[in-house]
């Protein structure tokens, strides 16, 4: 039976174990797809041998590809394929780290195997397994997680604090502005009332995160030194226990998690301290609780940190000889030997910094050795980042090598005290690690060693290492040996079994070890608690014999590994039993039948014994010469089984050896072992038989695939099952008209739970031709904010956006249309909903997800609580909602057709060039790896050769091939050299053309798309892409110079004639990589959201003085190093305040100091500083009237520039970011022009994508000759303020009438005077935006008013219409802003157009405009009556307006009526009859002159008798008092 089946065949608490062995690192897929394969490859030699190491790779990926693609299930198959990629990856290039994991799992699985034999587990792995209970670790991940939680709440905490005192700050330095005659004043002692109010708030708040802190840091002492610190001095305790044979030792990356999150808990609260501390600079007070506790906390947090940092240092493997994987700690000097130690703490800020050197018995007390050594390699690495792991920071020496000391006077010195094996030696490694003003020095030591130099000393090495580790935990008691502790027996006779385990697959039994005890300790065997001694184990000779205890035994174990093994494992071999139990277990058995043991007078012998009968009934016992090692290198041990004969007395040989004890027939034990064929007796001369063996491939067949336990579909099938069960909606539908209506919901229920297929599959079929396209919901979540804002109000209040979301697919595949006037296709498509809903409810309960997924059960509940009953009202909303949705993505294609195609194309290249320059930086780190393996390896045996020649009797041939090595050596470096150079030109040339992409394309087209948002363009202006972009490239450039200061160090640590190229190739590459470096951050910088007032977001760069600010910047370079050491300040006007000056422009400052260190905004990710409470003031000239400004005040602009410094891997620099041009208000009045200006600004600018930064003076002075727009660009721009205002965009007709109060002549350009200084058009168009805003955006949005249109062609449109039609305008002559209406009246065979007088803000703020219009009554001659029926074209009024009407009808009259009628509100006109003449507000133009004769086409139209123009009508407000008996509306 395979081992891997032997595994399978564990109890659940092994299997366990099994499991700890299996990870990313060599998946168990791989284990179980390629078992018997991987069980018959030699993975122990190939850890030794890297060419062997590279054609076992290369052939487990062939066996691999093979399986695979026997595979028939295509999860299983991907699966395989994502598996065989990864192992590429790591391996590729060190397939000797793939074979050490693959020996490493088989030797632990044949350790598992052997204590599942034995009947129970040792005292050693029984507290072992307890010290690792889940329990425990359960607890300390909750501890870890607490911890952590809470300091993130502490964070937010003193965002908040700051926020506090920015806020108070504000408002007291505000109050100290103001004159010293307004501090008496009511609303001054109000003002200080709500400060005093805040500082008590903010002294409260400062105490409370005090002691907030004081709680979780002694919450951190106590889990570091309650659990923390005992865990790892468990996890160095396993490690002992491990090392000398003991179970697999796990749990490093568990501890190295909680160490991680626990320093980085720390270092957040160094932070937040560090913050306390400044703002105490900002604002302090008396009493103030922060520089009395900040001290103490802070001192407490540095000893954390300190005691945390030095003890995350540890020792990962023990030094060990590759050539003895199994016995590590012991070294051979001459002998190349390996080590690894590793950091648990993993912080990005000290990646590639910490340089480790190792020392050789640091501070070892003279004479306690009679030998000394050094290490005769290079000793110093620095730490790396482990690309093959989980990203761990360690660093392996593989090439140290130990070397005597001669002694001048040719004594060692204190000789005789101890034995070679018996010296006791440490390495140790130290480093510095400095981060956040920290330095600690690191150190820490591997568990004793001890030094041979002969291989014959190994036994008597290993046995000291284990005698250590059995029995003391501390680190470095090199004297241990002066006075060695004993052992128990029980445990000393499990450490003996994970011998056998370890070295031959199977540990000792019960009887095994009872046998071994009798050995060692006589009748004292029996007792487990008898102490053993170490002279009685490993010194002193066994009774008679010239060996001792473990010499003897360790030969068995030589023995069995390189010629027993095969037996061994089948459990074959009894091995320890006394020739006295030898004869009681035979004398009862069959002739013939024979047992394995192993000699007890031979060192590494083994013999058999059977049994015979003879004739006169006497039993005899017969053994063989003990068989050693020598005698089976010629013959395996099988074979001598089979072949094994006995001549006796002339007797025709024939084999003794028939059963194997206790019954097992020889062939059926030992049969598949045979290597031979046997002899065969001839008739002839005898001859020497030369045995042949057949290799019988052990490989057994390939496992059955694993089938899906549904077979596939074939296409005959799928069309057979769509013809039966698929129909469409309107097959459905007409069956639906035969039902009678009672029983319609009924049906429809009864088959969505019957046959849910007939509803879900034409929902699938649509699906299915929609799968190459994206659902129009999941586009709409692809715009920017300003766009989502509009699909909020779209739903707000009318239908959750939540199933809207969740059933995106199935609402978007109904026909909405055609079922909002059909009900019957309304229900089917109700249903529809409620069925996939019910199929999202069941995964979610199938994945156990219903408490942290989607209410699917709410929403079904809300979805037939509300339409049930009428379906016909979810079609008619839900087709309206989908139009509107479409019409904002058109929008938005029309607006962005570019970004469609040209920009979509380029982002994706980008993309896939960033994506592949990160694989191109993995080879490139990967290549100087090879050439440092290269230069230790040319290293090392420059330093060894003198040694090895020496050691050589042919001296001058050994040097000859030492020489001719390192030529070969040398040869290979400069090849690796070359190779590495080209990969860092292939890195670094792609990197400058994206460098360049980004920096001078992307973001200025970006900063260009944000200007145009600013001014209400429907644009995106997300910045995760440049983001991930910058960071991207930043972290590859930032590689880039650390394998260069790695081939730096290459070079200055290991001098080669051929490093000359590379000598001078790698300044002037270190060069160009800051140049790069330099560009990408010094442009990093951008302010995402530019500065506006609070109360006036939708209009930024406008700031008025005295009023809050806000401004958000944003480091597009988003790595962990740049976190919280980025302090912006913002300076107002740097570099322009002279040009300013000079043009007589007003100069100001901040009230106060508003520097922010940057810190990762949770929600976004981003590395962002939000500028929340700034403000500007004033200067004070210091003369008047020294220069005069010739531009208004919201003709100025002026620029904030954010300015920071970034220190980073011994660079600085200097970083900063402007904002757009800025106009600045002292009156609230000033808004609308200095929105012109902005305006105005910003489309001009953004068409040539100037840089404020590079021609300031030009920018800022841009209204000094302000150039013109084209009326295309001016006609975008005012149909974006619409957008923006009311959610539509303006029409080309509206866009047509206000082109004619813009542009004169056939320039079709627009001067800026014209727009917004001498005829104030703009003012006239912000009033009415802003009446949009605030009265009229549902009806603007839903395009019930047209808005800009002429008179003209007002009357043109309604006079063919119906009595009643009317349509909604602007007026033209209320520079407030006013809406008005018109109407046709056909009466007594006339057309009369008619008009009511504009409603104002005011008028509209106390009656809505659609109740007016609902309630507008016209009295003529005594008649009352309701003149507007339709809106134009032919809509009926309440169809349009009568969602939005809010005027209840008056309710029905009652007895007894309370005292006070209730009132309605209505609008009423009086139209005098004739008409007068002339209107009072007529649509003309205000700058005609009715005497011009130059205008006949007027005075024609206005004789025009044909024609009767509208006269506007006065509207008095009545409030209505409905009285008992009176009828429903009244007319007056």
Wanted: hydrophobic fraction near 35%; charge should be negative.
């Amino acid at each position: 039976m395979s081992q891997w089946k032997q595994i399978q065949q564990l109890e659940i608490r092994l299997l366990e174990q099994v499991d700890y062995l299996y990870d990313d690192n060599f998946p168990m897929d791989i284990r179980q797809g390629l078992a018997s394969w991987i069980e018959s490859q030699d993975w122990e030699t190939a850890v030794n041998d890297e060419s062997m190491a590279a054609v076992m790779f290369s052939n487990l990926l062939s066996q691999l590809e093979k399986v695979r693609s026997q595979e028939q299930n295509f999860l299983q198959r991907h699966n395989m394929k994502i598996i065989q990629q990864q192992l590429q990856l790591k391996y590729s290039s060190s397939p000797a780290i793939m074979a050490r994991v693959i020996s490493t799992c088989l030797r632990e699985e044949r350790r598992i195997l052997s204590s599942a034999c034995a009947q129970e587990q040792g005292p050693l792995e029984k507290s072992l397994q307890s010290s690792v209970a889940f329990e425990r670790q359960k607890n300390m991940d909750n501890r870890v997680g607490i911890i952590r939680g809470s300091v993130q709440l502490m964070d937010q905490a003193v965002k908040n604090i700051e926020d506090i005192q920015d806020d108070f700050d504000f408002r007291y330095k505000t109050l100290q502005s103001r004159e010293s005659s307004d501090r008496n004043s009511d609303m001054m002692k109000q003002e200080v009332t709500r400060l005093q109010d805040m500082l008590n708030r903010l002294d409260f708040k400062r105490k409370e995160i005090l002691s907030k802190m004081g709680v979780v840091i002694k919450e951190i002492d106590d889990l570091v030194t309650s659990q923390l610190s005992p865990e790892l001095q468990d996890w160095k305790r396993r490690q002992q226990i491990a090392a000398i044979g003991g179970p697999l030792l796990t749990g490093l990356e568990q501890l190295q998690s909680w160490f991680t999150l626990t320093a980085q808990s720390l270092f957040q609260i160094k932070r937040q301290l560090d913050k306390l501390g400044e703002l105490v600079v900002k604002v302090t007070y008396e009493s103030d609780p922060i520089p009395l506790q900040k001290p103490q906390l802070e001192e407490r947090v540095k000893y954390l940190i300190y005691h945390l940092i030095r003890s995350s240092f540890v020792v990962e493997k023990q030094p060990c000889m590759p050539t003895h994987p199994q016995k590590p700690l012991i070294i051979k000097t001459g002998v190349q030997f390996t080590t690894k130690v590793r950091l648990l703490v993993k912080l990005p800020e000290v990646d590639y910094q910490l340089k480790v050197k190792t020392t050789f018995d640091k501070d070892l007390p003279s004479g306690r050795v009679s030998r000394q050594f050094f290490i005769l390699t290079n000793n110093t690495k620095v730490m790396d980042i482990e690309d093959y792991s989980n990203g761990c920071l360690s660093v392996e020496f593989r090439h140290l090598q130990l070397k005597e000391k001669k002694y001048i006077n040719g004594t060692k010195g204190n000789e005789g005290l101890l034995s070679v094996t018996e010296e006791l030696h440490s390495l140790s490694f130290e480093a510095c690690f400095m981060v956040q003003g920290l330095n600690i020095d690191l150190e820490t030591c591997s568990l004793p060693l001890v030094v041979i130099s002969n291989v014959s000393q190994l036994p008597g090495g290993w046995a000291s290492i284990m005698w250590y580790n059995l029995l003391t935990d501390e680190p470095r008691n090199l004297a241990f040996f002066g006075n060695p502790a004993r052992a128990n027996w029980s445990q000393l006779s499990e450490v003996l079994s994970w011998q056998f385990s370890t070295f031959a697959g199977r540990g000792l039994n019960k009887d095994q070890l009872s046998m071994l005890g009798e050995k060692l300790l006589g009748q004292h065997s029996s007792c487990g608690d008898y102490q053993v001694s170490w002279s009685k184990f490993s010194k002193e000779n066994i009774l008679g014999k010239p060996f001792s205890f473990w010499m003897w035994l360790d030969s068995i174990l030589e023995l069995i590994k390189k010629h027993l093994l095969p037996v061994w494992n089948e459990n074959y071999i009894m091995g320890f039993v006394s020739k006295e139990m030898e004869r009681a277990l035979l004398k009862d058995r069959e002739p013939g039948t024979f047992l394995l043991r192993f000699s007890e007078s031979h060192l590494g012998g083994i013999t058999f014994t059977w049994v015979e009968h003879s004739e006169n009934g006497e039993i005899k016992f017969n053994s063989v010469e003990p068989y050693t090692k020598n005698r089976l290198s010629a013959l395996p041990f099988a074979d001598i089984i089979r072949d094994y004969k006995v001549i006796s007395d002339g007797v025709v040989p024939e084999n003794p050896l028939k059963f194997l004890y206790p019954d097992i027939p020889k062939n059926d034990a030992f049969g598949r072992l045979y290597n031979s064929q046997p002899s065969k007796v001839h008739p002839y001369i005898p001859s020497t038989l030369i045995p042949i063996s057949e290799l019988r491939s052990n490989a057994s067949a390939t496992p059955p695939s694993c089938q899906s336990p549904e077979p596939p579909m074939t296409p005959g099938e799928f069309d057979m099952l769509n013809e039966h069960l698929c129909f469409d909606i309107d097959t459905f539908s007409h069956f639906l008209n035969r039902v009678p209506h009672p029983f319609k919901v009924v049906l429809v229920s009864i088959l969505c739970e019957w046959i849910p297929d007939c509803f879900s599959l034409y929902l699938k079929t649509t699906t299915a031709t929609r799968r190459g396209q994206m659902a129009q919901w999941q586009q709409l979540l692809q715009l920017d904010s300003a766009l989502q804002k509009r699909i909020i109000q779209l739903y707000e209040g009318r239908f959750p956006r939540e199933i809207r979301h969740w059933l995106c697919v199935c609402i978007e595949s109904q026909d909405w249309d055609s079922a909002s006037v059909d009900e019957n296709r309304a229900m089917a498509c109700f249903y529809a909903l409620l069925h996939d809903l019910e199929g999202q409810l069941k995964r979610s309960v199938q994945e156990n997800i219903i408490l942290q997924g989607p209410n699917f059960s709410g929403m079904q509940e809300y979805l037939v609580k509300q339409f049930e009953d009428k379906p016909v009202n979810l079609a008619m909303l839900l087709s309206e909602c989908i139009k509107e949705e479409k019409k904002i993505l058109a929008s938005v294609t029309a607006t962005q057709a570019y970004s469609d195609q040209g920009m979509q194309q380029n982002w994706r290249e980008l993309d896939n060039k960033v994506t592949e320059l990160k694989g191109q930086i993995s080879d490139l780190k990967k290549g100087i790896k090879t050439l440092e393996g290269r230069n230790e390896n040319l290293d090392f045996i420059q330093k060894t050769w003198q040694t090895t020649v020496e050691q050589n009797a042919r001296l001058t041939q050994s040097q000859a091939v030492m020489e001719e090595e390192c030529r070969k050596q040398a040869i290979f470096i400069a090849q690796t050299q070359e190779n590495v150079l080209q990969q860092l030109v292939n890195v670094l040339n792609p990197a400058a053309q994206i460098v360049s992409t980004l920096t001078d394309v992307e973001l200025p087209e970006w900063k260009r798309r944000q200007q145009l948002a600013c001014i209400g363009s429907p644009t995106d202006t997300c910045l995760s892409n440049l983001e991930k972009w910058f960071t991207t490239i930043t972290e590859v450039l930032f590689a880039v110079r650390e394998q260069l200061q790695k081939l730096q160090d290459q070079n200055n640590k290991y001098s080669s004639s051929n490093a000359c190229s590379l000598n001078n190739s790698l300044p002037e590459i270190e060069i160009f990589t800051l140049s790069l470096i330099t560009n990408l951050l010094t442009n990093a910088l951008v302010v995402e959201k530019q500065p506006a007032m609070q109360s006036l977001p939708h209009r930024p760069l406008i700031l008025k003085t005295g009023v809050r600010i806000k401004a958000t910047i944003r480091f597009l370079a988003n790595l962990p190093d740049f976190k919280y050491i980025l302090k912006v300040k913002p300076v107002f006007n740097k570099d322009v305040e002279a040009t300013m000056a000079t043009n007589g422009f007003r100069l100001f400052d901040f009230t106060r100091d508003n520097s922010k260190v940057m810190d990762v905004d949770t929600p976004v990710g981003g590395l962002m500083a939000e500028f929340g409470h700034m403000s500007l003031k004033e200067r004070k000239a210091k003369t008047k009237g020294s220069c005069e400004n010739y531009l208004g005040v919201t003709e100025e602009l002026h620029i904030i520039r954010f300015e920071t410094v970034l220190q980073h891997a011994g660079q600085k620099y200097n970083i900063n970011a402007s904002s757009l041009p800025v106009v600045v208000i002292s009156a609230s009045s000033q808004v609308s022009s200095a929105w012109a200006s902005v305006m105005w600004w910003n489309m001009f600018t953004s068409e040539s994508v100037i840089n404020p930064l590079t021609s300031s003076q030009q920018n800022l002075l841009l209204f000094a000759d302000p150039p013109p727009l084209t009326w295309q660009q001016l006609s975008q721009l005012l149909s974006w303020q619409f957008l923006s205002a009311g959610q539509r965009e303006l029409d080309e007709d509206q866009l047509s009438m206000l082109r004619c109060r813009f542009v004169d002549g056939a320039e079709d350009l627009v001067h800026w005077s014209k727009f917004s200084k001498d005829e104030s058009t703009w003012i006239w168009i912000d009033a009415i935006l802003d009446l949009i805003k605030k009265h009229l955006a549902d009806h603007w949005r839903d395009g019930l008013i047209m808005g800009f249109i002429s008179r003209q062609k007002t009357k043109l449109l309604l006079k063919s219409k119906e009595t009643g039609t009317f349509l909604l305008r602007f007026s033209e002559t209320n520079k407030d802003g006013a809406i008005t209406f018109s109407w046709v009246d056909h009466s007594n065979e006339e057309t009369r157009v008619h008009a009511v007088e504009p409603f104002t803000k005011q008028e509209l703020s106390s009656l809505s405009l659609a109740d007016t219009i609902n309630t507008y009554t016209l009295t003529t001659q005594g008649k009352s009556n309701y003149p507007l029926l339709y809106l134009y074209p032919d809509i009926p009024k309440d169809t349009a307006f009568g969602h939005y009407y809010k005027c209840p009808e008056p309710p029905a009259t009652k007895k007894k009526q309370r005292e006070y009628l209730p009132r309605t509100p209505a609008v009423i006109s009086v139209d005098p009859t004739p008409p007068s003449s002339p209107p009072k507000d007529m649509d003309v133009d205000p700058s005609f002159d009715l005497n011009n004769d130059q205008s006949p086409t007027l005075q024609e139209l206005l004789d025009d008798p044909d024609i009767m123009w509208p006269s506007y009508l006065e509207t008095p407000q009545l409030q209505l008092s409905p009285q008992a008996g009176s009828p429903e509306r009244l007319f007056f």
